[in-house]
């Protein structure tokens, strides 16, 4: 703005000067606050663009953590919902440009806008007429962009299930996990195949919005370009007629030079953007907003027993109930084994008694209350599939329970109880080893990173604690040990254990049979040993490879 009125200044004193009126002093000093203005733009543009980065970074870690903070309220069961899937995934996509988006408001608000209201009142005050043409540049941009909001937004809900497909098969190509066994399998060219057909099939979606993004941008750069003609016309016309001094047209006709450009860059950058954009950042907006379920904050009630009515769940994507209509009481400080050949739904009845998912029939109570309205916080579990945390053993231990205090002892005791064998070749550094290739630790074996999710699972102090297959990575001798442990441990609580190696549940007070979702024998071992049915077929089918 200043750029404008000093270039007006800068013209009149120039023409002063032709017509002998002035003298040269002015020329130079109108040059010189025209250097000004023209520095001081630059110093503030660099000023913004450092800001911008610090600003962007900040803005986004807060953002993210409220996202974090919404995914940790998600019920554990819709993490097992593809539709919920995608909308995390929009979300995590929206946060990022969520940002973005407020910078280009704020620059549209403050920097664009008040350039144009400017340039408006500058050219109105030169010749009322004139102002118009700011208006015939400006309103159909908006309105244009408004209309491809809708386009991206579309594009935005339908990518996202491709997108989340093709980011799981670069995983399969490339990521740790999967890479060894893919390259080993020579499934790299299948992989390959349907990572291209999911870009393309992507890419086809882009296309589409993308053209319809030009055509709109071209018949606007045209309407941009009628007002920039129409201006310079009328321009030229005040002139002619006099009504305008030689300074002012001149000053203007350098400033509507910078007036299209800006125009230009606003929406083929700026305004472009954050039409293609605004659908994620809704996503990530509506995910956020959305309502909160009570996840449980109760505390467990003291010395109860766990109670199921008619359980039953079902999968979302899946046609039958994984459980199915299951009556069980857990009384408290018992220890109960699940058994039951694969698919039988022992890991979904686990994540049931916790209160992780809701039965979609019947209830689980402890005590008088819903497990779902209890928190976790006296809850344990060792997970089948558990987790390889790349942090400090210690960390990796504590993990389970932050605010209880861990001094390097406890810790070295529980690892030794899980049967992680602190050696100096391997834990270089003892319990601040840290672990895992993500950060250059050390890598373990598949049975002495469960050994640790033992260790994780012990340190927690609880009522009730959930081992569902905690030592299938484990050696024979370490695994006998560790059951015996497990006796010991799960004395003063309530204890459920899922193994197919039934001798080792030997130690539980009642086995639990399932079988297709459904219980289908209990007892002591004792008894269902000599009771025919599925407890006995599966012991004699163990037995034989011993004999
Ligand atoms: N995420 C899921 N979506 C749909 N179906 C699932 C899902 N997870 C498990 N199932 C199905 O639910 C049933 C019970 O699975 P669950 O994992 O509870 O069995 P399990 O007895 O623990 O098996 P395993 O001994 O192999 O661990 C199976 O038929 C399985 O296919």
């Known amino acids: 703005m200043l750029q404008v009125l000093v270039m007006q200044w800068f013209f009149d004193a120039a023409t002063e000067y032709a017509n002998h009126n002035r003298n040269l002093g002015m020329i130079l000093f109108s040059l010189g606050g025209l250097a000004v203005v023209y520095l001081f733009y630059h110093f503030m543009d660099g000023l913004g663009n450092c800001y911008e980065e610090i600003f962007g970074l900040s803005v986004g870690q807060h953002l993210n953590k409220l996202m974090f903070k919404r995914i940790d309220s998600l019920n554990a069961s819709e993490f097992e919902d593809t539709s919920r899937l995608d909308t995390i995934h929009k979300s995590v996509n929206g946060s990022g440009k969520l940002i973005w988006i407020g910078v ?5 608000v403050f920097y664009y806008t008040t350039y144009f209201i400017f340039m408006g009142w500058y050219l109105f005050s030169l010749k009322p007429i004139l102002a118009l043409s700011v208006v015939i540049v400006f309103v159909p941009v908006i309105l244009s962009q408004l209309v491809l909001v809708s386009s991206f937004k579309h594009l935005e809900a339908a990518s996202a299930p491709i997108r989340r497909e093709y980011e799981y098969y670069e995983r399969c190509l490339t990521d740790k996990e999967y890479f060894k066994e893919t390259r080993l399998l020579g499934a790299t060219a299948f992989f390959n195949d349907l990572y291209t057909s999911s870009i393309h099939r992507l890419n086809r979606m882009v296309f589409r919005t993308q053209l319809r993004k030009h055509l709109v941008q071209l018949t606007l750069n045209i309407v941009t370009v009628t007002g920039y003609g129409l201006i310079v016309y009328m321009l030229f016309v005040s002139v002619m007629k006099q009504e305008i001094s030689i300074g002012a047209f001149a000053a203007v006709l350098a400033s509507i030079g910078s007036l299209y450009r800006f125009m230009n860059k606003l929406i083929s950058e700026r305004i472009a953007w954050a039409t293609e954009n605004i659908g994620s950042t809704e996503n990530y907006l509506d995910f956020i907003d959305e309502p909160i379920q009570d996840t449980g904050s109760m505390p467990m009630p003291a010395e109860s027993d766990i109670e199921l009515r008619g359980v039953s769940f079902k ?23 699940l058994v039951g050949e694969n698919g039988s739904g022992k890991t979904t009845l686990c994540r049931m008694i916790m209160g992780l998912y809701p039965p979609t029939e019947g209830e689980v109570r402890y005590g008088k209350v819903q497990a779902s309205q209890v928190s976790y916080d006296r809850t344990s579990a060792i997970f089948q599939k558990y987790r390889e945390y790349n942090t400090t053993l210690k960390e ?6 932050m605010q209880k205090k861990a001094e390097d002892a406890a810790i070295s005791s529980v690892c030794e109880e899980a049967g992680v064998l602190i050696s100096s070749e391997v834990y270089t550094e003892g ?12 890598d373990l074996s598949g049975g002495q990173w469960q050994r640790i999710a033992i260790a994780r699972g012990l340190f927690r102090d609880s009522d009730l604690i959930i081992l569902d297959e905690p030592t299938a990575a484990i050696d024979p ?9 497990f006796s010991t441990i799960c004395q003063d609580k309530t204890a459920v254990i899922v193994s197919h190696r039934l001798g080792s549940v030997k130690l539980a007070d009642r086995i639990i049979v399932m079988k297709e979702g459904r219980i289908v024998q209990e007892g002591t071992h004792d008894e269902l040993i000599g009771t025919e049915g599925e407890y006995q077929r599966m012991y004699e089918s163990q037995r034989k490879w011993y004999a």
């Open 104 to 108: 280009t408001l704020l620059d549209i």
């Open 396 to 401: 990796n231990v504590r993990i389970s329970q």
């Open 431 to 442: 319990i601040h080893t840290m672990l895992g290739r993500e950060f250059g630790g050390t």
């Open 315 to 337: 999968y979302p994507v899946a046609t039958s109930n994984a459980v199915d209509r299951v009556d069980l009481i857990i009384p408290y400080k018992q220890t109960v084994a």
């Open 477 to 485: 001798l370490e695994e006998t040990r560790l059951y015996n442990d």
